[in-house]
Nanobody, 125 residues
Framework: EVQLVESGGGLVQAGGSLRLSCAAS????????IGWFRQAPGKEREGVSC????????YYVSSVKSRFTVSRDNAKNTVYLQMNSLKPEDTAVYYC??????????????????WGQGTQVTVSS
């Protein structure tokens, strides 16, 4: 059974940092790109970042470039999202998801075939 489990969310002040983790199991991890999405109350789920299966290619939505860094450890079947200089508008539930496509299409939500349950990130002003 494919499983993706996010952790690391929490409450942080604006300007602070958090590191999210996405632990995967039930499939050959290094065969797949992994994406991060977020969903704020009343808004659509938005693609935030993607990392290729090998970890050599990364993609970001423009609003988080230079603040967020995605990485992966294929030996640990885990993807990380380091979030720095957090802003109140980053407040959302963050999800990781398995993407059997190239990361250049990472904002194509329907292309993801398995999702985690999400972790809440709240940034106070």
């Amino acid at each position: 059974e494919v499983q993706l489990v996010e952790s690391g969310g929490g409450l942080v002040q604006a300007g602070g940092s958090l590191r999210l983790s996405c632990a995967a199991s039930g499939f050959t991890f290094d065969d797949y790109a992994i994406g991060w999405f977020r969903q704020a109350p009343g808004k659509e789920r938005e693609g935030v970042s993607c990392i290729s299966s090998s970890g050599t290619s990364t993609y970001y939505v423009s609003s988080v470039k230079s603040r967020f860094t995605v990485s992966r450890d294929n030996a640990k079947n885990t993807v990380y999202l380091q979030m720095n200089s957090l802003k109140p508008e980053d407040t959302a539930v963050y999800y990781c998801a398995r993407f059997p496509h190239i990361c250049a299409r990472f904002q194509w939500r329907a292309g993801y075939d398995s999702w985690g349950q999400g972790t809440q990130v709240t940034v106070s002003s």
